[in-house]
Structure formats: C-alpha cells, structure tokens
C-alpha cells in the first residue's frame, strides 16, 4: 500500500488549496479513505472522510463547510478541497487507509495558513 499526498503550500486567510492523494497497492474501489492533520505541538486529528460504496462524506466540526473531499476511483485518488482557509488550519495533512493489513499513511504534505 502506498499514499502519496501532494498539493500543500502557503496561502494566505482566507484562500483555497487542493490536496491530492494518489493511492496504490489494494483495491482503491473497496475502501472508505481518510484525511487527518497535525499541527505543530499537537495530536493528529481526524479531518474528514469518504465511504467506498456511495461516497458519504463527514467532516470534523472545525472544518464542516469550509472542506470538501471527493475521490476518483479511476485515478485511485482522492481530493481535499479547503475554502475559507484559517491560520488554525496550518499543519501536515496525511491521507489514510484501513485494510485487511492494517493501516497505512502518506507521507503528509505541509499547508501553511499565514498572511
């Protein structure tokens, strides 16, 4: 299994970004996929969430209309759209699986929320 996020950078309050994570090494189709952050100091924390089969998504609380996450089984990626970005939302954002294997992390990719 392997994750490979990508799409972070600097952006200003209040601008946008959108996160990538190409996925390899199972059956991309047949599992729900996960995006969590860590800020600095800090415990990661869940962010959102998209099923398998009908694409349901839920947020965390702190991100609920502001992020959108989507996938594209065809590409076997899945997306992390941030709108109305806060200064609060600056960390390393990590996709994430569950397999029959276990579970298994990108590498995280770095967004910096700062004027």
């Known amino acids: 299994v392997q994750l490979v996020e990508s799409g972070g950078g600097l952006v200003q309050p209040g601008g946008s970004l959108r996160l990538s994570c190409a996925a390899s090494?199972?059956?991309?189709?047949?599992?729900?996929m996960s995006w969590y952050r860590q800020a600095p100091g800090k415990e990661r924390e869940w962010v959102a969430r998209i099923s398998s089969a009908t694409g349901r998504r839920t947020y965390a609380d702190s991100v609920k209309g502001r992020f959108t996450m989507s996938r594209d089984n065809a590409k076997s990626t899945v997306y992390l759209q941030m709108n109305s970005l806060k200064p609060e939302d600056t960390a390393v954002y990590y996709c994430n699986v569950v397999v029959v294997s276990g579970g298994y992390w990108g590498q995280g990719t770095q967004v910096t929320v700062s004027s």
């Open positions: 090494g199972f059956t991309f189709s047949s599992y729900g």
